[in-house]
């Protein structure tokens, strides 16, 4: 198998720049997840309302539901402000792995790679079960890249085409696209984390 993985690309290990960008960019997608699951969860729903009206009238003030709901607003106010900060950030490091892979070796370059693999599987019958699950990790690499694109997309275009009115229809399902990347991004990274705890597992077994 090692002839296979230095023809197809697979078996390298990231390079250095490659590597803080793959885990800079997991931490902060799990922040602006994050985010999200507090807004949408702990932060959310009127039984909060209650909640910040017992605990300022402990402290002596009294307020009506609707200056609950103003006073829980900012909270989640506060939240997106850090989902929009985190949003900046992950494309930021977008820009940067379009610059890294820009100026990566042509067979180190991520479509070369898919490409050669490709065509290196159909050509090789041997390990052909070991090739296809290469395959389509890469394949599955590729759909991670596609819905990280379409989450910075969509993301900057929410945030800067608030102050256009003429916007809002579209603005409004720009949004929903930008949410279904949400649930995909979280799957991803639930795939990802799933198949590097397999790898552990297949690991400890063998050196057994």
């Given amino acids: ?84 900060y985190f949003g900046y950030v992950l494309s930021g490091l977008f820009l940067c792995r379009l610059i890294l892979e820009y100026f990566q070796l042509a067979e180190d370059k991520f479509f070369s790679i898919l490409k050669t693999t490709r065509r290196y599987f159909k050509e090789q019958k041997e390990n052909a079960k070991e090739m296809q699950h290469y395959l389509i990790v890469r394949f599955i690499y590729f759909l991670f890249y596609l819905d990280l694109t379409l989450m910075v997309v969509t993301g900057l275009f929410i945030e800067f085409s608030d102050d256009y009115p003429d916007m809002k229809p579209i603005r409004s399902f720009v949004k929903d696209v930008h949410n279904v990347g949400m649930y995909i991004m979280l799957g991803f990274i639930v795939l990802h984390l799933g198949g590097l705890f397999l790898r552990e597992i297949k690991k400890m077994k063998q050196a057994v």
Avoid: R
């Fill in 1 to 84: 198998m090692n002839q296979e993985k230095s023809k197809t690309g697979f078996g390298k290990k990231f390079s250095l720049p490659l590597g803080i960008w793959h885990w800079s960019n997991l931490v902060f997608i799990v922040c602006i997840l994050i985010t999200v699951l507090l807004v949408k969860t702990i932060f959310s729903g009127k039984e909060n309302y209650p909640l910040i009206q017992n605990a300022l009238q402990k402290k002596g003030a009294i307020i009506t539901v609707d200056q609950a709901k103003v006073v829980a607003k900012l909270y989640t106010h506060k939240l997106w402000d850090w989902h929009v």
